[in-house]
């Protein structure tokens, strides 16, 4: 067996990237940002050459963590250990464990996210709109939005305008909060601030509520804050989220767009999304369109942010106009 123990996480990540082979390893590096792509790139490229024992143990390692992290969330830390210490051994299961929440901190409100959602809002309803933001901050996304659909509209909106705001949450805070309503502390808070809430935690939610609910919170908080209305407006549907339209609803988007954004546009996405459009063009727009593409070259990524946003202006306005409906997954709407 070889002694991975001396490597860096970045290390062991090139290594497991590269023992992936290149299809998988780009499907990973779609969820990554710009910053730690060229990490990666880097390390993968000064590899020397890495032996099979290495491969193996890294990717052992790596099982063992996805293991870890699946009897994490389905039994808590306790769970966890008890499961891997069946299977492993217990010095082994401990240094499992160990690896596992050195790189992953276990969220606050870990028994709250195993709640039904209906109990949970009986349970917090009549809070502060300040704890409930901070509840729902934490909570699944499907969760949060089934509490938010069914608060007062009053509730909704300073619920709402709550958690888009929300920064870092000091742990004593948390810990008190998590007292109260749970009766006990979590043994792996850390003294550490946590990070929760924000526009991406209120733009999941969002995305999942009913459209009636939706635009009741937007509407008023357009009003109170025009600008923290925009940007979750913004954020409210991403370019790739296409793939959730009908064809007719994307026939009627491309009517209305500039085929050069389009190009731009699509110069990132993955094939899913592309072949969406492409499907939804006639052969020969297709053809010229890939075309454009080929010629178009290296562009900057900011050009092609800039493009897709155009498009999702669009994609919002038709929605506005009741032309399109964006199916959220959120109840029984039906795309048109």
Known sequence: MANIDRLSGKSKAAILLVSMGPDLSAEVMKHLNEEEIEELTLEIANLNQVSSDVKDDVLDEFHQMCVAYDYLNQGGIDYAKEVLEKALGKSKAENVINRLTASLQVRPFEQLRKTDPAQLLNFIQNEHPQTIALIMAYLAPDQASSILSALSSEQQTEVAKRIAVMDRTSPEVIKEVERVLEQKLSSLMTDEYSTAGGLDSIVDILNLVDRGTEKTILEELDEDDPELAEDIKQRMFVF?????????????????????????????????????????????????????????????????????????????????????????????????
């Open 240 to 336: 790739e989220d296409i793939v959730l339209l009908t064809d007719r609803a994307i026939q009627m988007v491309l009517r209305e767009i500039d085929m050069e954004d389009l190009g731009l546009a699509l110069k990132t996405v993955g094939d899913e999304v592309s072949e969406k459009i492409f499907s939804n063009l006639s052969n020969r727009a297709a053809n010229m369109l890939k075309e454009d593409m080929e010629f178009m070259g290296p562009v900057r990524i900011r050009d092609v942010e800039e493009a897709q946003q155009r498009i999702v202006n669009e994609i919002r306005r038709l929605e506005e106009a009741g032309d399109i409906v964006i199916d959220r997954g959120g109840g029984d709407e039906l795309v048109v």
